[in-house]
């Protein structure tokens, strides 16, 4: 039996009531050479009895529930990309959904420019829990000049990298996006992604594209819904701890791999972690693990006081 052109793998946890409308968007699809892997993570809700009803089809080729919970949404991307037999990979979150011709126009995009990119991915729109229209992401990269993806455009992943995926992930939905499994190698797969909660999506197209072209097409093809259990709202200290401590890693990795010049961003990221610490942090371990290896401890802590210097200056303004 031949292999399917694409492997769409569909995490789910605790995502059922919107299961069904992110299911027909996959089956309905008007390319129809694809297989399904349906995978939980030991959900508390009735996500498993939506997709048993779902697991019938014969496009489904595995389904499978976890019995303990693994805690990282990219160990399940990873179940799924060891069954997967396609050529690309399509990681379709559970709470979006897409257009009906999100295969189609995303496969016919190679044709149409002549050349085959290893990722591709569309432009998404933004929608709330009931899917209501909230905005389009182009504004996303308006920090951009030019903001390059008001157009479809194909570039050397490299490139790609260091202009744009160093600022920030400028890929913000797995949903939007099809691969070459061709790019799965070893060392994409290493134990810190897996260990990711909240960046790992941003660290994992960093590390695929370092020998690969990447494809925008500027159609919203993909809904991305954002609500309250969305990992990304990060509103306590534990949250900002992690995010922050991913963003590290990955700006380490851009270091010693890519030599990007970051020192916009690592600033950025140091205010942003700063603002959440007191001066009796700095004796605690937790501190020091936002601290890129560039960065000496004491320009560390010299930029930590400058911050909170700064802080302080606005406040008294403001007081007035």
């Not at 697991?55 to 069954?83: C, D, I, M, Y």
């Not at 160093?166 to 060392?187: D, M, R, W």
């Not at 401890?297 to 008294?316: A, M, W």
Request: hydrophobic letters at 35%; charged letters at 30%; a positive charge.
């Amino acid at each position: 039996m031949p292999s399917p052109k694409v492997s769409i793998l569909v995490p789910n946890y605790n995502h059922a009531s919107f299961l069904e409308k992110r299911l027909d968007s996959i089956f309905n699809q008007t390319f129809q050479d694809f297989e399904v892997i349906l995978l939980d993570d030991c959900s508390t809700d009735n996500s498993v009895e939506v997709l048993n009803k779902y697991s019938r089809n014969e496009k489904v080729a595995h389904f499978t529930v976890n019995e303990v919970n693994t805690g990282s949404p990219f160990k399940q991307w990873q179940k799924g990309f060891e069954l997967a037999k396609g050529e690309w990979i399509w990681i379709a979150e559970s709470d979006d959904y897409a257009d009906y011709t999100f295969l189609e126009k995303l496969l016919n995009f190679s044709k149409e420019n002549n050349e085959t990119p290893d990722l591709i991915y569309s432009q998404s729109n933004d929608v709330d829990e009931e899917g209501n229209f909230v905005e389009n992401r182009i504004g996303y990269t308006e920090n951009f000049t030019p903001n390059v993806w008001r157009n479809s455009f194909i570039i050397e992943g490299y490139e790609f990298v260091e202009k744009y995926l160093k600022v920030k992930c400028v890929i913000p939905n797995a949903s939007a996006v099809l691969f070459k499994k061709t790019l799965l190698k070893e060392a994409v797969m290493n134990s810190g992604f897996l260990k990711m909660r909240i960046c790992g999506d941003w660290y994992f197209w960093i590390r695929l594209l370092q020998q690969a072209k990447v494809g925008f097409y500027n159609e919203p093809l993909n809904s991305f819904r954002f609500h309250r259990n969305v990992t990304r709202n990060q509103r306590n200290y534990q949250k900002i701890f992690i995010r922050c401590s991913e963003e590290k890693t990955i700006r380490d990795y851009l270091n010693t791999t890519y030599k990007a010049d970051q020192k916009e961003e690592a600033a950025v990221l140091y205010e942003r972690w700063f603002k959440n610490n007191s001066i009796s942090k700095l004796f605690s371990k937790e501190f020091y693990a936002v601290k890129l290896r560039s960065t000496s401890y004491y320009s560390y802590i010299k930029k930590f006081f400058e911050v909170h210097r700064t802080r302080e200056k606005l406040l008294k303004k403001f007081r007035r």
